[in-house]
């Protein structure tokens, strides 16, 4: 029988834990907290933060469909 990845509870911690990264590097970001040399690489790492997100659910949407 296959494992069903979907269910798996440590994908939740991982989709919750991009969010919160996300999160807090937007609102760092808005509050102006980041020294102005790294601020571009952060928001960088937010961005792949968000598209893992993005492509999780993605993933989840479609394997709820089928």
């Known amino acids: 029988m ?3 990845i ?7 911690k991982i989709e919750k834990s991009l969010i919160g ?3 807090l590097v937007f609102l760092l970001t808005v509050a102006n907290i980041l020294p102005k040399s790294i601020t571009p690489y952060v928001a960088i ?3 792949i933060a968000l ?4 492509v999780i ?5 479609n394997k ?3």
């Open 64 to 66: 709820d469909k089928s």
């Open 21 to 23: 990264i996300a999160l």
């Open 6 to 12: 979907f269910n798996d509870p440590e994908l939740k």
């Open 57 to 61: 659910a993605v993933i989840k949407n």
């Open 51 to 54: 598209v893992g997100y993005g």
């Open 45 to 47: 790492l937010a961005g």
């Open 2 to 4: 296959k494992k069903n």
